[in-house]
Structures are given as structure tokens and as C-alpha cells.
């Protein structure tokens, strides 16, 4: 069983630029989570993708925008960099419901310069 | 809202010494709570949880136990090991509407654990 996979591992970027980032779900999986973690601190949730939908959203910019495909795999996208979006951007894979558990990947880190 | 409020680490602790880190939560509906740890260069992973009050969830020598009186979950170990260096999350989640799927954490709390 493969687990969650993200791609790229660590991306630099330049303020006001644009960037995806990627995420396949673990086997079997229908339901994606974005999170955000600055240095030392906990994640903070972004939004989460079912069927392709966006399924509830955190409180950050429409900026932050994503996509679920029809392989369940997904991708984060951010415009307009600006330098407080540098962290670890974590994707955690699961089942459809409040009874399953996210498996997270092992994240990109996003630095902004 | 719903917050995770955790300890501050780094909590550092020599090896078979027991380990308690402190979480409380403040939440509106009736949430279920978890303990994820990372260990560096790694993504979070499911340590334990407990979906209702005064139940106890446990792994790996880990337990933690739902305290709605005193809305705590707190983490214990009764003798740690050098590889339980790592820094471990305490979170939330409400399962009683549609933000089942957002999970609340807290800072995390560092611990380290020396031979």
C-alpha cells in the first residue's frame, strides 16, 4: 500500500510569484486536507477537497486555491507569494467521514524569498 | 472557536523518566481528540486518539484520556526511550458537523529524551 506522496520536496520562490504543489493520496482514499505549518508551529488547516469539491475551508486568502482530480490526487496553489507563506505545506489523505484517520505526507517546504 | 492550548516545550527528560504533556481544549460541539507526533524531517503521524468522554486511547506505551469536566487530554508515558524524541501535537476535530475533516492543533510540545 503506498502511502501519501508530495512533490516537490523543498521549492524556493520569489515574492509575488505563483506555485502548485502536489499531492497524491494514499490507496483508496477520496478525501484530501492542505495544511500549513510555520517554523514551530502547529499545522493550520487550509481547506480539504471531497469528489472534487472543496469541503470547508480555514481561514486563509482566496489566494490559496486547490484541486481534486479524478484519481483523488491533488494540488495547492498559491498566488501572489508574499514572504508569511514560507513553511512546511502538509497534505493528509483519508476516507469520506468523521470516523477516519488522516495520514499525512511528509510535506513540501515552501521558503519565499 | 474551537483552540487546542499544549504545553511549551522543549520538555528534555532522561531516558525511563515519565513523560506528561498538558492539553486542554475549548471547543462548541462535542469533538474528538488526538495526539500526533513528528519526528524530524517527517510528516505527522497518529500516535492515539479518544472520540468521547473518559475514554482512553493508547499506543506504543503512550495513553491519553478524554476529561470533559476539564476539557484535558493530557499525554503520558510511564518510561521513555531516546526515540521518543520528537515533537508531539495535540488536536481537536469536531465530528458533529460538516467540518469533520478540520483538524485544530496546538504548537506541539518538542521532547527530548537523553541516554
Known amino acids: 500500500e503506498t502511502g501519501v506522496t508530495q512533490s516537490p520536496t523543498h521549492l524556493i520562490k520569489t515574492r509575488g510569484q505563483q506555485v502548485t504543489l502536489r499531492c497524491s493520496s494514499q490507496?483508496?482514499?477520496?478525501?484530501v486536507s492542505w495544511y500549513q505549518q510555520a517554523l514551530g508551529q502547529g499545522p493550520q488547516f487550509i481547506f480539504q477537497?471531497?469528489?472534487?469539491?472543496?469541503?470547508g475551508r480555514g481561514n486563509f486568502p482566496p489566494r490559496f486555491s486547490g484541486l481534486q482530480f479524478p484519481n483523488y490526487s491533488s494540488e495547492l496553489n498559491v498566488n501572489a507569494l508574499e514572504l508569511d507563506d514560507s513553511a512546511l505545506y502538509l497534505c493528509?489523505?483519508?476516507?469520506?467521514?468523521?470516523?477516519?484517520?488522516?495520514?499525512f505526507g511528509p510535506g513540501t517546504r515552501l521558503t519565499v524569498t | 472557536g474551537d483552540s487546542v492550548t499544549q504545553m511549551e516545550g522543549p520538555v528534555t527528560l532522561s531516558e525511563e523518566a515519565f513523560l506528561t504533556i498538558n492539553c486542554t481544549y475549548t471547543?462548541?460541539?462535542?469533538?474528538?481528540l488526538f495526539w500526533y507526533v513528528q519526528y524530524p524531517g517527517e510528516g505527522l503521524q497518529l500516535l492515539l486518539k479518544?472520540?468521547?468522554?473518559?475514554d482512553k486511547g493508547s499506543n506504543k506505551g503512550f495513553e491519553a484520556t478524554y476529561r470533559k469536566e476539564t476539557t484535558s487530554f493530557h499525554l503520558e508515558k510511564g518510561s521513555v526511550q531516546v526515540s521518543d524524541s520528537a515533537v508531539y501535537f495535540c488536536?481537536?476535530?469536531?465530528?458533529?458537523?460538516?467540518?469533520?475533516?478540520?483538524?485544530?492543533f496546538g504548537a506541539g510540545t518538542q521532547v527530548v529524551v537523553t541516554p
Open positions: 479518544a472520540t468521547k468522554a473518559d
Open positions: 477537497y471531497y469528489r472534487e469539491e472543496e469541503n
Open positions: 488536536a481537536l476535530s469536531d465530528m458533529t458537523t460538516d467540518s469533520w475533516g478540520k483538524l485544530q
Open positions: 490507496s483508496g482514499h477520496n478525501t
Open positions: 493528509a489523505s483519508s476516507l469520506a467521514g468523521p470516523l477516519y484517520e488522516q495520514y
Open positions: 471547543a462548541t460541539g462535542y469533538p474528538s
